[in-house]
């Protein structure tokens, strides 16, 4: 569709009005663009249904459909269960029973409701029965089942069914959508594209997904819908990647002082070969001018800490700062004391950031590293946080990489001045 109308609120569009548009928004659905991305969350089609003259304690998980004949909450000598009895049109009757959520559960049905009952039945007392099935209710639409329509079942909650938004609803605000501005639909893959990737029509695809024709159509539709999410995801990081390469890093130059110290004094061992080159790799890479971007891969206990710990040296020693980023707080406390080992007897200063300090320590940690009395920043993901600034930061090392999103990796790609990358990873 055409990016303005996408982008416009749903309140306004047929079957919504202002307090559906409330709910939709507590759901997260805003625009015509979000509703139409509210997918369904199952599908009912005959060949999913299993008549319940059918049903045995050996059927495993079934779909069954019918009106409810009886319901009503049994008292028990332990406890009190809700019980449903579901009748469908080959006359066949199940019970359906719930000991969980008695409080809430009976407000969902009344006699002669449409439902649908997913479960796994089970002989009790020589009596069949659904324990705490899964259910969506049908109203109406009984009738278009015996048709071989397959028929969509949207997400629910508190909110929705305040607001009246059940499956039938939905299905109706997406069809009066789909047809009224179905003219509006852009497929922003060109044809050449798609026919070389066996994909659906983008705007054939969207209305398949909510209105399948076939289940052959709707695994078409679903494939085009997947790859396109796949595809933009691609481009953006294809775009993200491109403007890391082009962006300016800050000029370090060779080892300094500190690291020079920090290998020949202070490490209790000689460095291996690996780490030597991993070392003048970083060196090479922070002297061209363009922001570093190095993967770290090795063992637990092959030393990439060691090597993290060098790098960081090369930003001090040329007047920057550093961060070094862990995926919890348990292994950023580890580093914190694995780094002040090596760090203290440099004279380096080292905070540490995590979630639930003491708001005194927190306070002066932000404070040192914004005027850069603090040198290097250990934590987790609060080491990204808006609230914290660096003097200068040059180099950030992220360890377990795989365990930070996209995201996080580029707001501390946004924080200093382009600071070059470190990745480390044991995967």
């Known amino acids: 569709m055409a990016e303005p109308f996408l ?24 625009t015509v663009r979000d509703l139409l991305q509210v997918y369904p969350r199952r599908y009912l089609d005959r060949s999913t249904v299993t008549p319940i003259r059918e049903i045995t304690s050996e059927s495993g998980t079934v779909t069954a459909v019918g009106t409810v004949r009886a319901c009503g909450v049994v008292p028990g000598r332990a406890r009190k269960r809700f019980e449903l009895i579901l009748e469908d049109e080959s ?7 719930w000991f969980r959520g008695v409080g809430w559960i009976p407000k969902a049905f009344k006699v002669g409701d449409r ?21 969506d209710r049908l109203d109406d639409e009984g009738p278009a089942l015996e048709t071989g ?20 609803s939905m299905r109706r605000i997406l069809y009066e959508l789909i047809r009224e501005h179905g003219l509006k639909l852009e497929d922003p893959l060109p044809e050449s594209m798609r026919e070389s990737l066996g994909l659906m029509d983008g705007r054939v695809a969207m209305r398949a997904v909510h209105f399948p024709k076939t289940r052959t159509e709707l695994e078409s539709a679903r494939a085009r819908l997947k790859f396109d999410e796949l ?26 002082e500190l690291g020079r110290r920090f290998i020949s004094e202070v490490l209790p061992f000689v460095l291996t070969g690996d780490q030597e080159a991993a070392i003048r790799d970083v060196v090479r890479d922070t002297s061209t001018g363009r922001q570093m971007n190095r993967l770290i891969q090795g063992d637990v206990g092959s030393g990439k800490t060691v090597v993290g710990i060098a790098a960081m040296l090369l930003a001090i020693d040329h ?10 707080e348990i292994l950023a406390e580890q580093h914190l004391a694995s780094l002040k080992q090596y760090l203290d007897p440099l004279g380096i200063e080292v905070r540490l950031l995590v979630g639930g300090q003491r708001k005194a320590y ?27 600034a ?38």
């Open 7 to 30: 982008s416009e609120p749903i309140q306004f569009l047929k079957g919504v009005g202002p307090r559906r548009a409330q709910a939709f928004a507590e759901a997260g659905v805003g």
């Open 91 to 97: 006359g066949g009757r199940i019970k359906c029973v």
């Open 115 to 135: 439902v649908a009952m997913h479960g796994r039945p089970q002989a009790y007392a020589g009596s069949l029965s659904l324990p705490h099935p899964d259910f």
């Open 149 to 168: 329509r397959i028929i969509s079942l949207y997400p629910g909650g508190a909110a929705f069914d305040r607001a009246g938004i059940t499956s039938r």
């Open 231 to 256: 595809f933009w995801i691609q481009l953006m990081l294809a775009r993200f990647r491109k403007k890391r390469e082009a962006a300016p890093g800050a000029v370090f130059g060779e080892q300094g």
């Open 319 to 328: 007047g920057y700062q550093a961060a070094f980023m862990a995926p919890t």
């Open 362 to 388: 927190r306070t002066e940690a932000l404070a040192e590293l914004a005027d850069g009395r603090a040198h290097v920043a250990v934590g987790t993901h609060a080491v990204i946080e808006e609230a914290v």
């Open 390 to 427: 660096f003097h200068r930061l040059g180099l950030a090392v992220v360890d377990e990489q795989h365990r930070f999103g996209v995201m996080q990796r580029a707001r501390l790609f946004e924080k200093g001045e382009h600071p070059h990358m470190l990745l480390m990873t044991a995967t």
